[in-house]
């Protein structure tokens, strides 16, 4: 029985990430050179060799501030083409993002079993609950971003370390030779930072004497760095047109040499300890209570030394960088998480013999349950809520329809900087075959011409609660086009916080049932209402939050030229 428990829990990974990927579909501006590959590579292939900049590419028209590396791009839409063959009306953002969430919710499940083989039953659950009652593993894991390209390696990586009692020393080597290898080619491929985390992971390993320095450590990194060459190179000098190309050195140039990622932000020396990792872990009990219990026993000290010990060097060597995202550190993640379940295993079987064990177990139970109504009833529809640019794109597409009756009439739309940020991807457009045109040109000398703003049809803006506000974008157009006519024929609302609902105080709920009615219908948005109430009523005394919504976008039609 205990076993199927395990399953059925361990289920809830892929069940948790693709529920979080239907109800949030959209991706927002820094996972956009990734899913705006694979929807390019889907439909042309890999650029031809001197293709003069083919703007059909994106990444040509808009090549960002360094080339990433294009390799999980070509893996999902090499992976997704057979199965969008199947059916046309697949969504195939959806599709390729699905991909990518299984491959990292397997990591995760791979990780869970090492724990069980290491530790037992109880350890591999505990994890899988704290796991699953993370919000941002879980929504992030189908995110097409260069960290999440990696993560589902390093979490292969982690746990060909786990302890394994029923194979040989010298397998036990194999297995850590091959952990480094592939965390050297997840650093190499995708993300330059895990450089940090191979030497201190190496470093740990010498010294408790689990690889040799020339049979393991030396061989896997020079096994790691032709591979992983071969590989970024080959792939990326082609897409990038560029030859020879290793793109995460041009990014560790850029961004730590020049210290060019500064321009996106600065943050204090102990941002990831006292903020991003608290944010990751959501569970405050994980770090304040089951991490300590499993460091403190002795029975469990030595993994959780051998689990922490890399992790904390990396994220303390990693803070040096002024430039800090939580998501630079998510890798680290599954080794707190498993620390964490050492502790939360030993007070478990530990709970008829103490009373504190007794309370501390019951605490973390209700804690993860808190922490997971949180992760799924709070933090994913704000999470939903924030991608107002796909929203006004969808309903763009959904007026046009209702206007014409030949599908053919297409038309010209200008696309603005915040709805390009939030959730338009040339997955979302119309088929250029069926008379549609799409600019999100930047220019502002060119913006500035009658010629420029003459072509459109809708253009998507910014709107604000003051019906009188305009963008700049807005303000320019009806400068310049004075004797046209342009109506509002959506306005999108967006994410502006959240409301702590007090007792007494009637919950709306507006934002969330229209994210649960996308999945469920009517239904599932009836069975939040019920959810919220009884968790208000039974666990909170009345108190609860719920989104706020605001205008974000608003698309305009001209109705008359000018």
């Not at 007494?504 to 939040?528: F, H, K, Q, T």
Request: glycine fraction near 6%.
């Amino acid at each position: 029985m205990r076993n199927v428990a395990l399953y059925v829990v361990a289920l809830l990974l892929p069940t948790l990430i693709l529920f979080h990927l239907v109800i949030a579909p959209y991706t927002k501006v820094e996972e956009s050179f990734h899913i705006q590959a694979t929807h390019d590579i889907l439909l042309h292939g890999l650029p031809a060799w001197k293709p003069k900049f083919d703007l059909k590419y994106d990444h040509f028209a808009f090549p960002g501030a360094v080339p990433r590396s294009a390799v999980g791009a070509l893996l999902l839409a090499k992976l997704s083409k057979p199965l969008g063959v199947l059916s046309g009306a697949i969504n195939r953002q959806v599709l390729a993002r699905s991909i990518l969430g299984l491959y990292n919710a397997a990591s995760l499940a791979y990780f869970a079993h090492g724990l069980q083989r290491g530790f037992g039953k109880t350890v591999a659950m505990w994890y899988l609950l704290f796991q699953c009652s993370q919000f941002h593993v879980i929504y992030y894991a189908s995110r097409p971003l260069s960290n999440m390209f990696a993560f589902g390696m390093t979490t292969v990586s982690l746990r060909l370390l786990l302890p394994d009692y029923t194979i040989l020393r010298e397998d036990a080597r194999r297995r850590a030779r091959l952990s480094l290898i592939l965390l050297t080619i997840a650093g190499i491929v995708f993300r330059s930072e895990l450089a940090l985390l191979v030497a201190t992971q190496t470093i740990f390993l010498l010294a408790m004497g689990r690889v040799r320095l020339f049979q393991e450590t030396v061989f896997a990194g020079l096994f790691s760095l032709f591979l992983g060459l071969q590989i970024t190179v080959g792939i990326d000098s082609v897409f990038w047109n560029r030859f020879p190309l290793w793109p995460e050195l041009d990014a560790f140039l850029f961004n730590v040499v020049s210290g060019q990622s500064s321009e996106w932000g600065t943050s204090p020396w102990w941002f990831y300890f006292f903020n991003a990792l608290p944010r990751l872990l959501l569970n405050p009990l994980t770090y304040l209570l089951a991490i300590p219990v499993a460091l403190r026993q002795p029975a469990t000290r030595q993994p959780a030394i051998s689990l922490l010990t890399p992790a904390v060097a990396f994220i303390a060597l990693y803070s040096i960088q002024p430039h800090k995202e939580w998501r630079f550190i998510i890798y680290t993640i599954p080794a707190f998480t498993a620390v964490a379940a050492l502790g939360a295993s030993y007070l478990w079987n530990r709970r008829s013999r103490s009373v504190l064990a007794s309370i501390a177990s019951r605490l973390l139970v209700l804690s993860t349950l808190a922490a997971f109504l949180l992760s799924n009833l709070v933090l994913l529809p704000a999470s939903a809520a924030n991608y107002p640019g796909a929203h006004a794109l969808n309903a763009l597409h959904r007026h046009h329809a209702q206007t014409v009756s030949d599908e053919l009439d297409g038309a010209s739309v200008y696309l603005g900087n915040l709805a390009c940020q939030t959730g338009v991807t040339r997955f979302l457009q119309q088929s250029p075959g069926l008379g549609w045109h799409y600019d999100k040109t930047e220019d502002k000398s060119l913006k500035l011409s009658h010629a420029f703003w003459n072509q459109f049809d809708y253009v998507i803006v910014e709107a604000s609660s003051n019906a009188d506000y305009r963008d700049n974008d807005e303000t320019r157009l009806r400068k310049i086009l004075q004797g046209a006519e342009w109506e509002t024929v959506e306005v999108i609302d967006g994410f502006a916080g959240i409301s702590i609902l007090r007792p007494g105080s009637p919950a709306n709920g507006a934002a969330e049932r229209r994210l649960l009615s996308i999945v469920g219908g009517e239904n599932a948005a009836d069975l939040y209402d019920r959810v919220r109430d009884s968790v208000r009523k039974i666990l909170l005394r009345g108190w609860w939050a719920e989104l706020k919504m605001r205008p974000k976008l608003k698309v305009l039609k001209r109705a008359r030229d000018g």
